[in-house]
Structure formats: structure tokens, C-alpha cells
Nanobody
Framework: QVQLVESGGGLVQPGGSLRLSCAAS????????MKWYRQAPGKERELVAG????????DYADSVKGRFTISRDNAKNTVYLQMNSLKTEDTAVYYC?????????WGQGTQVTVSS
């Protein structure tokens, strides 16, 4: 059974940092592209970042380029999202996702709130 468990969210002031983690199980993690999404209140879920199976290539939404870094540890079956220089508009629930056999598998999400 595929399972994705996000953690690391919380309340942070503008300009602060957080590191999110997504622990994966139930599939061969090292073979799959992983993505982070977010969904703010009243808005559609949007892609934030993605990383190839080896970790050798990454991609980012324009809104987070230069501030967020996606990485992975295949030995720990975990993907990370380091978020720096956080802005109030980064407030959202953050989800990790893996696509397996044409099915999208999501975690339960972790809340990130950026507020003074």
C-alpha cells in the first residue's frame, strides 16, 4: 500500500525558513519522480517543485525559484522541501505526490502558515 506522510509544517514569520519532509513507503521510491504541491484557501492546488528519481534534476514554479529547494534521500525513502525567505503568500497546505501506474498518490498534507 502506497503511503506518503508529510511533516515539518508550522507557523513562521515572513523571511523565515521551514523544511518539509515526505516519508514514502509501499513502492520503490528510488525509481520515481516526486513532486511537491500546495493549496491555499480558496485556490486550486498548484505544483511547487519536482525532482527526478536520482535527484539529478529539479524543477520549480516561478513563484518559488531561488527560495525553495527540493531534494531527496533514496536511502531514507524521503523527499524534502527546504523553504527559505518565506512570504505570506506561501501560506498553504503542502502535499507530496507520486504517480504510479497512471494513479496519483497524495499524502495528507502539512500546513504552512507565514504570518507576523
Amino acid at each position: 500500500q502506497v503511503q506518503l506522510v508529510e511533516s515539518g509544517g508550522g507557523l513562521v514569520q515572513p523571511g523565515g525558513s521551514l523544511r518539509l519532509s515526505c516519508a514514502a513507503s509501499g513502492f520503490t521510491f528510488s525509481r520515481y519522480y516526486m513532486k511537491w504541491y500546495r493549496q491555499a484557501p480558496g485556490k486550486e492546488r498548484e505544483l511547487v517543485a519536482g525532482i527526478t528519481s536520482s535527484g539529478g534534476s529539479t524543477d520549480y514554479a516561478d513563484s518559488v525559484k531561488g527560495r525553495f529547494t527540493i531534494s531527496r534521500d533514496n536511502a531514507k525513502n524521503t523527499v524534502y522541501l527546504q523553504m527559505n525567505s518565506l512570504k505570506t503568500e506561501d501560506t498553504a497546505v503542502y502535499y507530496c505526490k507520486v504517480r504510479l501506474m497512471l494513479n496519483n498518490n497524495w499524502g495528507q498534507g502539512t500546513q504552512v502558515t507565514v504570518s507576523s
